[in-house]
């Protein structure tokens, strides 16, 4: 069955929890700040060891639209980077913005939501501008944190080039230098050739983000197939106490959190320091804990036709 991280906890913190009159108890009400704490820990660490051991069971598909170029309206202060946008509008964060058809610069969304910064001053005089943007960059529009790429990342089938760094991508947009200043350059638009799976700590939220950059820009809309590897949460030891329909839960695969996430959690918090394990139980923690590895390194979607090999147009 599936456990939430209030039941999770409770398993765990009952191996040190002697209160109950027949045994263990693993009554959270019983445990120290320190003790939820660390329980919360050891959850994190092993949510974010699973998805080492076997990314392709943590990935999901999202539909993904890099739209077509569009044009606009901003407000801009000369040697700021502070915008107020018109009638341009933004899809997410990171997106390529050419104000009044100079320089290229970048938008990224402020503290405040739907609020946007530009990455660099604007060098022009302040004014309203016309402006054109390019959805060359993509965050997940549901929140959602992706922490990498698992195989080819597709446009029309087309596999995509990806890339390890900006200095990479930068290969890919062949920019056309307007001259005087060496940095002064416009990006190109075309056909997507190139993506960079970047992470990005942005200033604003203070968060990391995982976006998804595209080289050239589109000049049209493009369609992009990716699988994404989900990021895995971290665990609080507010989490801990949520029940009902506030509890937090776990994508484990095939709902197998005793299984498989249970004795990874063990193996993590028997090290923790409010925790000291008999000798036995390490060597049954242990023995549980490299069980669960195996099997969630073998485990995968579909177990029938196992030698069966399909070909395009038939079997």
């Known amino acids: 069955m599936s456990l939430n991280a209030n039941e999770l906890a409770g398993l765990v913190y009952s191996y040190i929890d002697q209160t109950g009159t027949a045994g263990p108890s693993g009554d959270l009400t019983h445990a120290t700040d320190a003790e939820k704490t660390f329980i919360a820990l050891a959850i994190t660490q092993a949510l974010q060891e699973a998805r080492k051991l076997n990314p392709g069971l943590f990935v999901q598909r999202p539909g993904i639209v890099l739209r077509a170029p569009r044009a606009g309206t901003l407000t801009v202060t000369q040697y700021d980077t502070a915008v107020t946008l018109g009638t341009l509008t933004v899809p997410n964060d990171g997106c390529t913005v050419r104000i009044g058809g100079g320089l290229d610069n970048e938008l990224n969304e402020t503290s405040t939501p739907d609020t946007y910064a530009l990455a660099r001053p604007y060098e022009g005089a302040t004014s309203t501008v016309n402006a054109t943007l390019w959805h060359d960059c993509w965050v997940a529009a549901d ?173």
């Open 143 to 315: 929140g959602t944190n992706y922490e990498a790429v698992l195989g080819d990342v597709r446009v029309g089938g087309r596999p995509l080039d990806v890339v390890n760094s900006m200095d990479d991508l930068d290969r890919y947009r062949l920019f056309r230098d307007l001259g005087v200043v060496s940095v002064a350059r416009v990006k190109p638009a075309g056909i997507v050739q190139a993506v960079l799976c970047e992470q990005w700590a942005s200033p604003f939220t203070k968060k990391i983000q995982t976006r998804l950059r595209f080289a050239p820009m589109p000049d049209a809309q493009t369609i992009v197939q990716a699988s994404l590897i989900i990021a895995a949460p971290k665990i609080t030891a507010d989490d801990l106490a949520a029940t009902g329909d506030d509890a937090v839960t776990f994508q484990i695969p095939q709902q197998l959190d005793e299984t498989l996430l249970f004795p990874l959690v063990m193996n993590k918090f028997r090290i923790m320091p409010v925790f000291r394990p008999e000798p036995d139980l390490t060597v049954s923690i242990k023995e549980q804990y490299a069980t669960a590895v195996n099997d969630l390194k073998l485990l995968r979607g579909h177990y029938a036709a196992e030698n069966r090999i399909v070909t395009p147009g038939g079997l």
